[in-house]
């Protein structure tokens, strides 16, 4: 039995669309619906009603503004850093391996 999240949402910046067909194809089957950080921020309180997770990928900014967001609409969240924020790695002890840190994201 796993602890994966049925679904998520899955936050992405220009910077790191390319991770939308990953984490669709994951191996855990865990529903994605992809949503650009510039659109959520349009109406995050419509788009995240009723959502129990979010992953987010992105500069830190946009990281820290989903930290908030998660605060207010009571949802948790995973972390995929860009390959470019190596001490978000290192200071969250997270996976090296994209595929170990998505695993671990969708949990």
Known sequence: ??????????VYTQDTKDL????QNNPFGVKITPVAFDTMMQ???G???GVGH????GALDVIKTV???AMKYDFSVGLVPMHTKKSLTRDY???GKTDAVIDLALR
Request: charged fraction near 25%.
């Open 43 to 45: 109406d995050p309180e």
């Open 1 to 10: 039995m796993t602890d994966h999240v049925d679904s998520a949402l899955f």
């Open 20 to 23: 939308i067909e990953r984490l």
């Open 93 to 95: 002890a997270l996976p």
């Open 54 to 57: 979010v992953v987010v990928s």
């Open 67 to 69: 930290l908030g967001l």
């Open 47 to 49: 788009l995240l009603d």
